[in-house]
């Protein structure tokens, strides 16, 4: 089955620098790869997704890549602020009715003012 | 409108209770969701439904008993659950299954005692 890792774990970045986030997965046949943002006594949000017939999305400061060949997409977040401080999950799934969202383990972001 | 709601926020209860958590969405997605999430770890799938039907149990034991009495609503039912099953337990729903956006309620937080 699929398998999401997910680098780093904790990301302290100072307010205005850029976060970037690793994730790597195991299955080729995965297509689909959004990115949640969970903060404190809340569920996931939807920030950002890609499809793999697109190397490239940007969402004002927000963006994703995805490499299909290496097998692995990043999230990068430019002039940070203390609102993007959270949990940040990647995720892949297989575009089939039995499908499901395989998360990585988690980025805890802390934006240091 | 891209609301999930769940009821209740917060739940406590003891090893031979009976309690039931509760999901709404009015969005006209098809396809509802049951997850769990323990603390610092990323959601773990448990059940989804598909058209009002079951298509994935994610082996879970019985004392979780999942119901979508219709297509807006999605219950899940605890009995003689232990403590290890403290958690956060997150609905979500997309358009349908594959790989449409799920967006995420807030949770309910449970405790066992």
């Known amino acids: 089955g699929e398998n999401v890792e997910q680098h780093p774990s904790t990301l302290s970045v100072q307010e205005g620098d850029s976060a970037v986030i690793k994730c790597t997965y195991s299955?080729?046949?995965?297509?689909?790869f959004p990115w949640y943002k969970q903060e404190l006594g809340k569920g996931p949000q939807l920030i950002i997704d890609?499809?793999?017939?697109?190397g490239e999305k940007k969402d004002q400061r927000i963006a994703v890549t995805l490499n299909k060949t290496a097998k692995h997409f990043s999230l990068h977040i430019t002039e940070t602020q203390p609102e993007d401080s959270a949990v940040y999950f990647c995720?892949?799934?297989?575009?089939?009715?039995?499908?499901?969202?395989?998360f990585g383990s988690g980025t805890r972001l802390s934006i240091r003012p | 409108d891209t609301e999930v709601t769940q009821t209740p926020k917060h739940l406590v209860m003891g090893m031979t209770n009976k309690k039931s958590l509760k999901c709404e969405q009015h969005?006209?997605?098809?396809?509802m969701y049951w997850y769990k999430q323990k603390a610092k770890k990323p959601p773990e799938l448990m059940f989804v439904?598909?058209?009002?039907?079951?298509?994935i149990n994610e082996s879970v034991p019985s004392r979780f008993s999942p119901e979508c009495p219709n297509s807006s609503l999605l219950n899940l039912h605890l009995h003689a659950l232990q403590p290890e099953d403290s958690a956060l337990y997150l609905c979500?729903?997309?358009?349908?299954?594959?790989?449409?956006?799920?967006?995420f309620g807030p949770g309910t937080r449970l405790t066992v005692l």
């Open positions: 890609i499809r793999s017939n697109v």
């Open positions: 969005m006209g997605h098809r396809a």
């Open positions: 979500a729903s997309s358009l349908r299954t594959g790989t449409d956006t799920q967006y």
């Open positions: 299955d080729s046949a995965s297509n689909y």
């Open positions: 439904y598909s058209y009002e039907k079951l298509s």
């Open positions: 995720a892949a799934s297989i575009d089939s009715s039995a499908s499901k969202i395989i």
